[in-house]
């Protein structure tokens, strides 16, 4: 019998469970992955496992009968052995795709974490000779429904510390979407690498007006310094590995150095990026306050 399913990693997650969704819709069979099987969600043709990714035992048959694989963890002390464990899995199951969430600056010799890491896996995916596709989101829109959507809602205002620099954030949707186009049509993507943006660079200027547009409230974007956003991060108790990870995001971008825009949503989608305008509306809600 010809192997049909596809394996996803990372499915209780805020991708992961974009793409659940579409791949429930669309009535493919899908394995879908869990620590914990009390976080998953009931959806037709999806069938969920638990696993853990650092434990290589608990792969075993997960990925029996699935042609492709969804590759994504949160990075965590186990993130790369952990990472390896699936490739290796996947390489024992006789896996013919593999698309591997990745990182917009991923390089395994960056002197910064996150990057670091993800790098780490690519290069170490692209040895196994599995056909493989990467996906590397240079930013996400729904960051800001953490700490900045908090502030909205507060004082009307957030705080960042990119001063007028841009950025194409892109927004998940549009990640789980070309995720979706790769898993279900992989001879078009098989050994691609493609950095995720949005259609235009904004900066946070940009990013409060469309807030305030969908909110019908004005609020106000406060740049900072490096040194302050990173006092706030340490206030948070935010480990140092990470701190100097976001810090360097944030350099790049109040340099100018992130103001290039991708056209792989638009042409692998064959439609428009999500824009900013698109995030701010959708999410309303979420950035009004109670009062
Ligand atoms: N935010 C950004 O701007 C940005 C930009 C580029 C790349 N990224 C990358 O995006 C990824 C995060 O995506 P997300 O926000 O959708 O994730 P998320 O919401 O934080 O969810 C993480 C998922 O990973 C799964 N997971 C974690 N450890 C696991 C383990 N040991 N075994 C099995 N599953 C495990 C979790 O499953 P359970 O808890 O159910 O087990 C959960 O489904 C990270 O790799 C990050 O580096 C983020």
Redesign the pocket.
């Given at each position: 019998m010809e192997n049909k399913r596809i394996a996803v990693?990372?499915?209780?997650?805020?991708?992961?469970?974009e793409l659940i969704n579409r791949l429930s819709q669309e009535k493919v069979e899908t394995i879908a992955?869990?620590?914990?099987l009390n976080?998953a969600t009931p959806h037709r043709f999806i069938k969920w496992v638990q696993?853990?990714?650092?434990d290589i035992q608990s792969l075993n048959t997960v990925m029996e009968n699935s042609k492709a694989v969804f590759l994504?963890?949160?990075?965590?002390p186990?993130?790369v052995e952990?990472q390896k464990n699936v490739i290796k899995a996947a390489k024992q199951s006789g896996i013919k795709h593999l698309v591997k969430?990745?990182?917009?600056a991923a390089d395994q010799n960056s002197a910064f974490y996150?990057p670091r890491i993800?790098g780490v896996v690519e290069d170490f995916l692209i040895k196994q000779g599995i056909p493989y596709t990467l996906l590397?989101?240079?930013?996400?829109m729904?960051?800001w429904l953490g700490e900045i959507a908090e502030n909205v809602k507060k004082e009307q205002k957030f705080y960042e510390a990119t001063g007028a620099g841009k950025r194409a954030?892109v927004d998940?949707r549009d990640i789980a979407e070309v995720a979706f186009k790769c898993l279900t049509e992989p001879e078009k993507h098989h050994n691609q690498v493609y950095s995720l943006s949005s259609d235009v660079a904004v900066n946070y200027y940009d990013v409060a007006e469309a807030i305030s547009k969908a909110i019908h409230k004005k609020v106000t974007y406060i740049p900072i310094s490096l040194d302050e956003a990173r006092q706030e991060m340490k206030r948070n108790g935010m480990p140092s590995a990470l701190i100097e990870t976001f810090i360097s995001y944030d350099a790049a971008q109040r340099n100018g150095e992130t103001e290039m825009v991708t056209d792989c949503v638009r042409t692998i989608l064959g439609k428009p990026a999500r824009t900013i305008e698109n995030f701010a509306k959708d999410y309303a809600d979420q950035f009004r306050s109670l009062a």
């Open positions: 990693f990372g499915a209780t997650g805020k991708i992961g469970s992955v869990t620590r914990n976080k696993a853990d990714i650092s994504l963890s949160s990075p965590g186990d993130f952990g969430l990745s990182s917009g996150i993800h590397r989101p240079m930013g996400i729904q960051n954030h998940l």
